[in-house]
């Protein structure tokens, strides 16, 4: 939300209510400014005023950011007639200005950012900037060497003219790999190990950029991100 703004637009916004009803509310004097009742919808407010709907205190909570540990089967979508979606984890206010920063798919597990801060998230997702997101891999055929060496180098994805950027690839044991790319193709993972004749059994995000999830948080858990690691993303 930018202020200066509308009190009607305001209390919408932290009420959750629709306009038509809020103007109700400011005609029959339970909204207050500074104190002072206004009978006004069109009124402008800055973020430092103080108003009240009924003597309760609305409060603009401003930019918000939380890493999830998402599970399997829950869309990265704000709502989908079909699955859950992550933000029914997140027991938070106004959710309806929220997104995630660098969606996974259904049945990908791991860190999954969301925040109400658009300049925040595309410093994640804009492949100028570079962040890498990295990822857990398991796969069903044996990792080689080979493999590994034209991840690292960019790899022909299937419809696409251009090689993937360089990416990091590490084998972990025999069918696992940890692999952080900087972009954010469809089903990229996926498409990157079936260009090098593999496939995806399990696919988990550890990390994006220096935020690495937080192993305290159980599947389905998530937490405010601490400020240093919202300025991680601004500082790159």
């Keep these: ?17 629709p306009r038509s009803k809020v103007k109700i509310l400011i005609k029959k004097g339970e909204v207050t400014i500074n104190g002072i009742v206004t009978k006004k919808s069109d009124v402008q407010i800055s973020a430092n005023d103080l108003i009240e709907v009924s003597g309760k205190q609305l409060k603009y909570l401003g930019k918000r950011y939380f890493m999830l540990n998402k599970p399997q089967g829950y869309v990265c979508a704000n709502h989908d007639e079909l699955h859950p979606t992550v933000f029914d984890l997140l027991n938070e206010p106004n959710l309806k200005d929220f997104h995630v920063a660098g969606r996974l798919d259904i049945d990908t597990t791991g860190l999954v950012l969301i925040t109400n801060d658009g300049d925040w998230s595309h410093q994640i997702t804009s492949p100028k900037k570079q962040k890498f997101k990295t990822y857990l891999v398991e796969t069903k055929e044996i990792i080689t060497e080979e493999s590994l060496e034209n991840l690292r180098q960019g790899v022909a994805l299937h419809n696409e003219k251009q090689l993937t950027r360089p990416a990091q690839a590490e084998a972990i044991d025999k069918y696992a790999l940890r692999l952080s790319i900087c972009e954010g193709k469809y089903h990229q993972v996926k498409r990157m190990l079936a260009a090098v004749e593999n496939h995806v059994v399990e696919l988990h995000r550890e990390k994006i950029s220096d935020i690495t999830l937080d192993a305290n948080l159980a599947q389905g858990e998530y937490r405010p991100l601490t400020q240093q690691e919202v300025d991680i993303i601004n500082a790159k």
């Design 1 to 17: 939300m930018k202020f200066p703004c509308r009190i009607d637009k305001f209390v919408s916004h932290i009420n959750e209510l």
